[in-house]
Every structure is written in structure tokens, then in C-alpha cells.
């Protein structure tokens, strides 16, 4: 169901744009890498339906009143300032949050029309669906084989192995890399190297998401163009949430984007998420309708 | 809306998310592991509850006021005498001359380490002072007896008075002072340890010596974690047996002596429960009279010494 | 020069006051003297051990009996008495040991009252003096209801609680150690908490858990006040044939031989504090060995 429900201020922002904003802070150049087309969104089923989320650390809201419908087998990026919640909302897809003691959860996240928060929903089975890649990249102290095949083991998948093994390696594009020093420590491997890994472990136990928390922060330029380019061919099979600080990144590979900004309560003690805009990702980029996100994708505020 | 993408492998239109069956095991194991936290609890009551009871039938004979106050302890012997104030004073007379080893230079020792020494000082003290804290206190006890004591006799000044007898607690006590030494210089190195650079750099800045910096910034800040282990350290002379049993005594002296012998509480409730006293005896029953005495000091003193600790650590944490 | 209004008058930079330097000279004497006390204890203490038991260091000491006659007495009842017990002790209190430790880290909610309770609870435990567990040890288990004799079960059980402490309180720091991204990394994965637990968490924290459990074992092997509550002091003439043997152990043997008015016991005595002196070196080199060499640096 492609629902327009992001929450959009009206008419400001392209005045904004034609009444004289100096020209070196105009709208990003979009310098995508590849031209894949992107009005598919609009025929693709919502794999995530989020409606009115609201996520409280001990009685305080991180992010306030979200509803998003993120597209299957599409790249969604969340965007904004750091501080404004976009892990945090990243993380309530997979129900990672129930590890942080006091996080409590309002409003639904539906999942393929199941709300994921419903009782009687086992966490555990969520994450086998819905797996998730780190900002820094947390390898297992073992094996490059032993971290692949960790997850399939413990879901008791059945089959050979080392197929799983190699699937999982080639479609996480590494497998050249790493075929002939499988038994060799994945702690030896370079952070680029490392964060394909986890990536590789994410997709042995076959998920149909994928969630990607400011995967490429801690990694050099090459390695992140590589992962970019990854990502473009996980598009196919995979749907991708990615939360990125980095604009240019969100722009380069992503079908859609949210972007989210932090509001100060009355007191002026606590910060709150918001989802501020929602669209495609040429359109944020070069003609938001809110004068936020204007002001956040020109740079003018950080 | 209907997918509309056919290359990838189509999904399953009904996911089910609740567990496709209750995990038992999980719970069993939750369980299991939750049992293995409650034996320290159990340990705990059961201490209690062993103590309690035995000393509570030994109190409905001999009243308690007379048990505390009382000077002669001799149960053993017809009439016997259940005063326990000769073996308290034994045990304050051991724990003072242990204390007046192991404060002043397990401090010193954590001072300088934590203030002067260097890295590779510290790589060589540590194990020593880890070796020294792992002898086993019968070693000790034999050292104090073998070694201490006619050491003591041989140099012993005369203006001093009588040199130490065979037994005394002078020698048991320097030597579990020594045992107790590094408890000390590491719960107190510790808590220097955890006082702010900042702090002492403040104070040089204002051009104070080292002596200035560590004993009037760093010592004061970190004052509550030293005294905790200063706590700790009687807590265990107190309890200390071996080294009393070997070197100091087994005949119980009403005496501020440290020259002399005597029998702390911890040497009798041993010397008793050698001596296989029949079950449900008043003999028997005094280990547990005495157990309980010796318990509750060291109770008392170690829930101190713990919460300070915890203050500290969360002052500087 | 002296500057007005009564300041003092100002040394020349890099001149410290000699007052000043005598006293913080004097200071850090005071403290190596604090030093030295420790260390040159510790050496007396060995080189006194070794001058007066060096000479016993034979085959009879660690093959032959106990006996009244100190020339053809040895330790062998003792040195295999220790091994039962601490062995036995080994298999009871580190899994048990281990197993809270997981608890109180991994499942239990640090902010609830019993969790707490739980934790001083242990911490006060380990402080406690050994020979109150002795107490526990001869009111529940050797007579009371648990009647189990002046046994070696009766010993591991008691060392067990002596040592559980040590035990949980090593071990959970080494659990603490494992960075939370592993746990993350597993979890995310759709593993259980236990499959997390055994699959990524205690392999990782092994290293750090081994260590703890030696130390905790050398302490079990060189308690003797609880032991001889239990009933280790008695003429022991034999190895122990099972758990519900009678039993005597090295520290035991060792006051034995101490209390015996003869020299020549206490040459024995030093002979036998010798090998106990070497297990625990044995044991704690290993400990050693094990943190260098396996230990991880996150």
C-alpha cells in the first residue's frame, strides 16, 4: 500500500528556493551511481507500515509520532542530525531496542501487515527475518567460515554448509577474497573487509530486510564505495533501510528517503525525533518541499 | 498492492512471528542459572541458620550479659567459666599488632605505586605483593612460630620487659600484618587510582611538591576507598586462624600484653573443633556461641567497608 | 629582592627550598621502606622455608605414610587427599560458580532489589572468615541433617561455598570484558539468548574465566582452618578411596607436623611447605600463562 503519509509543511520551500538563496548553498547535484529508475516505489508492496511510532527511553521520547510505509526491494535512507533518533528508529524494526532496559514502544510496526510489537510475537523469529548491520563492524572472534556460518547453525537451516557458506560470501561479494583463507581469523581482516563479512553473516540466514545502521561511518572511501555498490545488487533480492549522517551517501544510493530533525521540548530539556519529509530521493534532493530538510540537504545547517 | 517484481524469488504471503513453539529450554536454562545465583543465598542463610540455633540453646543456659562480660573462659573444665572476654581481647590484641604492619606501609606501598613508581617498578612489585597475598596462612603460621618468635627473643631490648614467651601474639599478629598487607596496598592503590588526573595536576600547577599532591590532594580524595580497606583488613585479622592457632596460643589470657600467650576466638573455635567434642555438649556448643560473636563482628565490618567502597566508586565513576 | 606588603621573598626558578626536598626525599624513603617490608618478608620467609626443609626433600616425603617416627614419615595420604578434595571441589563449584555469574550478568535486571541483594551478598561472602564456613560445614553437613561423616564430600562442599565467591566475582568480569557488540551481532542474527550465550559469549570469556577459577582453586588448596572442623586432623595413614572416604590434606599434615614438639617434625613440615608452595606456583604460572596468552584485547 503506497500511502502518502509522510508529513509534508506546505508551500515553503520552493519559494524558498526561487526568492534569491544564494547560489552556493543551492540544491545538491544528485550524483548517483547508476541510473536505476525510481518510480517503481509507487507499485511496490510496504514491507514495513509504521503509524504513529513512538519510542521512550525511561518515559522520555527519543522519536515522537512516526508513520512511514518503507517499500519492498527498494534502498530507504533516514537522514538527519545526529542526535534526532534515526538508530533508534532503525533499531524498533527488528526489535533490537528490547535489549536497552526501559525503552518502551507506542503506536504499531507493521511488518507485512503483522504489527511486530503485537504480544505473543517472538522477537527472536523478527530478527530471522529482519537482520541488521552495524556501525562498526563486529566480526565474531572466529573463523571467516565459523562467523558465515554461525547464524544458519543456531537456526538449525538445513542443507550443506559450505554451500550456505559460499552463497552467502559471493552475494556479499567477498567471496573472491576470502575463498582460500576460510579458516583464517576474521579479526585479521581490514575494517572494508570486515563489514562485507557481517553483511555475508547477515545474509547466510536469508532474511527479506535488511537494516543498515551508518554501515559505511568507520570505513575509508574505497570500502564504502564498494559496500555502495553492494548495496545496489542486494537491491534485487533484499529490502534496505539504511540510516546515513552522510548526504552525499544518502543520495547516491538510495530510491527514498526520510529525513527526521530533533525538537527541544517546552522545557528545553529533551530531545525528540520527528519525521519532518518523506520522498523520493531526487526530489529531496533538488526540490523539498520543507524548508528544514532544504536547509539540511544544502548544508546550511548540519 | 501486488509485487510486481518476477525475477526475485517470491516470499510467503502468511509469515508467522510468534515462536512456533513456547522455548522451553530457554526458560530451563534461565532457571537452571538463576538457581546457581540463589546457592550464595543459600550459603548465606545457611550460615546464619547453622549459628543460630546452636547458640541460641548455649544462651538459654548461660546468659548472654555474662558471656560478654565475663573474664575467665575455661568450658571445659569443672565448674566451667564462659566469660569470652579473654579471647576478644586476645583477638583485639593480634588484630592491633597486625594493624600496626599492615596500615602504615600497605598505604605507603599503595602510594608510592599509585604516585611514584614507575611502569615497569610496578610490573616487578605487583607479583610480589600477588604472591604474597596467595601463601597459604599455615606457611605463615610456621614462619611466625619458626622464624618471628626466636628472632623476637634475640633481639629483644631489656627496657622493653619480659622478651616474648614460646607462644605470644605479638609475632602471630606482626605476621598476619604482613599477610594482610597487600589487601591493602590494592584496594587502596585502587582507589587512588581512581582519583582525577585533573585533580593532582590542579594542585601542581600551584606549584605543591609531591609530598603536597599526594597527601594533601590525592590521600583526602580518595580517603573513603582507603578507609574501606582499612575495614577489610581487620575484617580479616579477626577472622585469621592458622597463623593464631600455630603461633600465638592456645590457653586463653585475660591480657594487653603482646608478649604473651594467648587464645583469640578464631584459635578456640579450631582448638574446639579438634578436640571432637560430642554433638549437643555445652563444648560443642561454644564453637558455635563463639562462631556466632566472631560473625557478626565480621559482618558488621565488612557491609561497611562495602558500602564505602560503592560510595567512592560511584563519587569518581 | 622582596617584593611589598610582607610577600615572602621568591627562590630562583629551578631552586626548590631544601626544606622542601629533605622532607619529599625523606617521604619517598618512608614509602620504598613500605616496599620493602613486603618484599623482604616474602624472601625471609622462603629462604627460611627452604634452609630448614631442603634437606627432607625426598621420595619419602611424597610416597611414604604418616607415622610417629619422623624419619620414615611422608605426606602421600595428604598430597592424594588434596587432590580428591580440590579435584572435587573443581567439578562442583565452577559450574555452579560460572552458571550465577552468567545469571547475574546476562539475565538478571541490575535494577531490581533482590538483584542487588544477591550482589552484596556475595560480595560479603567472599570476606567472610574461612573458618565460619567450617562452622556450615560441621553443623549441616558433617553432623545435622546432612550427616555425612568426616568425608571428602563433606570438605569439596564445604570448599565449594568457601571458594564460590571468588569463583562468580572472576568470572562475571570476565563476562563483562566481551564487548556488547558481539552479544548484538549474535542476537540480531535471530540466535537465543542461551545460543548466544554458549556459542559466542563464554567461548570469547573463557580465557578471563580459567584464570579466575585457578585462583579460586590455589585458595582451596591451601585452606586448612575449615578443614580441620571437618575432621582432617586425624591420624590418616591412607588414600582416600572415594567420596565418602576419611581424608586429611597437605596444609593439614603440614600443622600437624608443626604442633609435634620434635625438630625433626618441623623440618618435615618445612619439607612438605616446600611441594605445597610448588603446587601454587605451578598453578598460578598457569594462570599466568593462560591470561598472556589467550587473553583478548577488544
Given at each position: 500500500m503506497a500511502q502518502e503519509n509522510s508529513e509534508r509543511t506546505n508551500g515553503i520551500g520552493r519559494a524558498s528556493l526561487e526568492r534569491g538563496a544564494p547560489a552556493a548553498s543551492g540544491p545538491i547535484r544528485l550524483n548517483r551511481r547508476h541510473d536505476h529508475p525510481v518510480a517503481e516505489w509507487r507499485n511496490s508492496e510496504a514491507v514495513f507500515d509504521l503509524n504513529r511510532l513512538t519510542i521512550s527511553y525511561d518515559g522520555v521520547p527519543a522519536v515522537r509520532d512516526i508513520s512511514l510505509a518503507l517499500g519492498a526491494r527498494l534502498i530507504t535512507a533516514i537522514i538527519g542530525?545526529?542526535?534526532?533518533?534515526k538508530s533508534t528508529l532503525l533499531r524498533s524494526l527488528n526489535r533490537m531496542n528490547d535489549l536497552i532496559p526501559g525503552a518502551t514502544v507506542s503506536g504499531e510496526v507493521l511488518y507485512h501487515g503483522q504489527d511486530l510489537y503485537a504480544p505473543g510475537i517472538d522477537p527472536v523469529e523478527v530478527r530471522k527475518r529482519i537482520g541488521m548491520v552495524f556501525q562498526k563492524p563486529n566480526p565474531f572472534p572466529k573463523s571467516v567460515y565459523d562467523n558465515i556460518a554461525f547464524g544458519p547453525r543456531v537456526l538449525g537451516m538445513k542443507g550443506n554448509m559450505d554451500e550456505i557458506v559460499e552463497r552467502a560470501l559471493r552475494r556479499g561479494a567477498l567471496w573472491d577474497e576470502v575463498k582460500d583463507r576460510l579458516p583464517s581469523n576474521a579479526f585479521g581482516m581490514s575494517g572494508g573487509q570486515q563489514q562485507r563479512l557481517c553483511i555475508a553473516r547477515c545474509l547466510a540466514v536469508e532474511p527479506d530486510v535488511i537494516l543498515m545502521d551508518e554501515?559505511?561511518?568507520?570505513?575509508?572511501p574505497v570500502s564504502t564505495a564498494r559496500i555502495e555498490d553492494l548495496m545496489f545488487e542486494l537491491k534485487e533480492r533484499y529490502s534496505i533501510v539504511i540510516v546515513t549522517h552522510n548526504m552525499q551517501q544518502a543520495a547516491r544510493v538510495s530510491d527514498r528517503a526520510a529525513f527526521l530533525t530533533v525538537e527541544l521540548d517546552e522545557q528545553g530539556k529533551h530531545r525528540t525525533g520527528r519525521v519532518v519529509e518523506y520522498d523520493d530521493t531526487e526530489t529531496m534532493f533538488t526540490n523539498p518541499s520543507d524548508e528544514r530538510t532544504e536547509a539540511y540537504v544544502t548544508g546550511k545547517v548540519g | 498492492m501486488q509485487a510486481t517484481d518476477a525475477t526475485a524469488t517470491p516470499r510467503p504471503v502468511t509469515i508467522r512471528l510468534g515462536a512456533t513453539r513456547p522455548r522451553w529450554g530457554e526458560r530451563a536454562i534461565a532457571a537452571a542459572l538463576c538457581l546457581c545465583a540463589l546457592v550464595s543465598v543459600a550459603t548465606t542463610v545457611g550460615i546464619v541458620v547453622a549459628l543460630a540455633e546452636p547458640s541460641l540453646e548455649f544462651f538459654r543456659s548461660i546468659p548472654i550479659g555474662s558471656f560478654l562480660?565475663?573474664?575467665?573462659?575455661?568450658?571445659?573444665?569443672?565448674?566451667?567459666d564462659f566469660g569470652v572476654l579473654p579471647l576478644i581481647s586476645a583477638t583485639l590484641v593480634t588484630t592491633a599488632c597486625a594493624l600496626v604492619v599492615c596500615i602504615p606501609f600497605g598505604l605507603g606501598s599503595a602510594i608510592y605505586l599509585s604516585e611514584y613508581a614507575t611502569v615497569s617498578t610496578r610490573k616487578v612489585v605487583k607479583p610480589f605483593l600477588e604472591v604474597l597475598a596467595g601463601i597459604p596462612t599455615v606457611v605463615y603460621g610456621f614462619f611466625a612460630l619458626t622464624f618471628v618468635t626466636p628472632l623476637l627473643r634475640e633481639v629483644w631490648p631489656g627496657f622493653l620487659g619480659d622478651p616474648p614467651q614460646v607462644f605470644n601474639a605479638l609475632s602471630a599478629g606482626l605476621v598476619m600484618g604482613v599477610m594482610i598487607l597487600p589487601t591493602v596496598a590494592s584496594l587502596s592503590e585502587d582507589a587512588l587510582s581512581a582519583v582525577p588526573r585533573s585533580l593532582r595536576e590542579g594542585a601542581y600547577a600551584l606549584g605543591a611538591t609531591k609530598l603536597h599532591v599526594s597527601t594533601r590532594v590525592a590521600v583526602p580524595a580518595a580517603l573513603s576507598g582507603i578507609v574501606a580497606s582499612f575495614i577489610l583488613g581487620i575484617s580479616r585479622a579477626v577472622g585469621e586462624t592458622m597463623i593464631v592457632l600455630i603461633a600465638a596460643g592456645g590457653t586463653p589470657n585475660l591480657s594487653l600484653n603482646p608478649v604473651e600467650a594467648m587464645q583469640t576466638m578464631t584459635a578456640f573455635i579450631a582448638a574446639a573443633g579438634l578436640g571432637d567434642q560430642p554433638t549437643g555438649s555445652i563444648g560443642y556448643k561454644t564453637i558455635f556461641a563463639v562462631g556466632s560473636t566472631l560473625f557478626i563482628a565480621t559482618l558488621a565490618m565488612n557491609i561497611v567497608s562495602i558500602r564505602l567502597v560503592r560510595r567512592f566508586r560511584e563519587v569518581y565513576e | 629582592m622582596s617584593v611589598a606588603s610582607g610577600l615572602p621573598s621568591s627562590p630562583a626558578l629551578g631552586d626548590q627550598p631544601d626544606r622542601d626536598r629533605v622532607k619529599g626525599a625523606l617521604f619517598r624513603a618512608l614509602l620504598l621502606l613500605s616496599l620493602a617490608v613486603g618484599v623482604v618478608t616474602l624472601i625471609a620467609l622462603l629462604a627460611q622455608v627452604v634452609l630448614k626443609g631442603g634437606s627432607r626433600l625426598n621420595e619419602a616425603l611424597i610416597f611414604h605414610f604418616p607415622s610417629s617416627d619422623p624419619d620414615v614419615a611422608g605426606a602421600q595420604s595428604a598430597i592424594a587427599g588434596t587432590i580428591w578434595v580440590v579435584g572435587l571441589t573443581a567439578l562442583i563449584c565452577i559450574p555452579i560458580g560460572v552458571g550465577a555469574a552468567i545469571y547475574l550478568e546476562e539475565y538478571a535486571d541490575p535494577e531490581r532489589w533482590w538483584n542487588r541483594l544477591i550482589e552484596l551478598n556475595i560480595q560479603n561472602l567472599a570476606a567472610v572468615p574461612s573458618i565460619v564456613y567450617g562452622i556450615l560445614g560441621l553443623g549441616f553437613l558433617v553432623r545435622g541433617f546432612g550427616g555425612l561423616g568426616q568425608v571428602v564430600l563433606a570438605a569439596s562442599l564445604t570448599l565449594t561455598l568457601l571458594v564460590l565467591p571468588i569463583v562468580i566475582i572472576s568470572a562475571r568480569e570476565a563476562l563483562r570484558a566481551v564487548p556488547n557488540s558481539i552479544r548484538e551481532a549474535a542476537l540480531a542474527l535471530g540466535a537465543t539468548r542461551w545460543q548466544m550465550i554458549s556459542r559466542q559469549l563464554l567461548p570469547a570469556a573463557v580465557p578471563g574465566i580459567a584464570t579466575g577459577c585457578i585462583l579460586a582453586l590455589s585458595r582451596a588448596i591451601g585452606e586448612a582452618a575449615p578443614l580441620v572442623l571437618l575432621?582432617?586432623?586425624?591420624?590418616?595413614?591412607f588414600n582416600p578411596s572415594g567420596l565418602n572416604s576419611a581424608f586429611t590434606v597437605l596444609p593439614i599434615q603440614i600443622f600437624n607436623w608443626i604442633s609435634r614438639p620434635q625438630e625433626e617434625f618441623r623440618v618435615l613440615a618445612a619439607a612438605a611447605i616446600i611441594v605445597l608452595l610448588a603446587l601454587l606456583l605451578a598453578m598460578n604460572a598457569s594462570a599466568i600463562y593462560l591470561r598472556n596468552r589467550f587473553e583478548r584485547k577488544w
Open positions: 542530525p545526529s542526535g534526532c533518533g554501515p559505511c561511518s568507520a570505513l575509508d | 562480660t565475663g573474664t575467665k573462659w575455661s568450658p571445659l573444665f569443672s565448674p566451667p | 575432621g582432617g586432623l586425624t591420624f590418616i595413614t
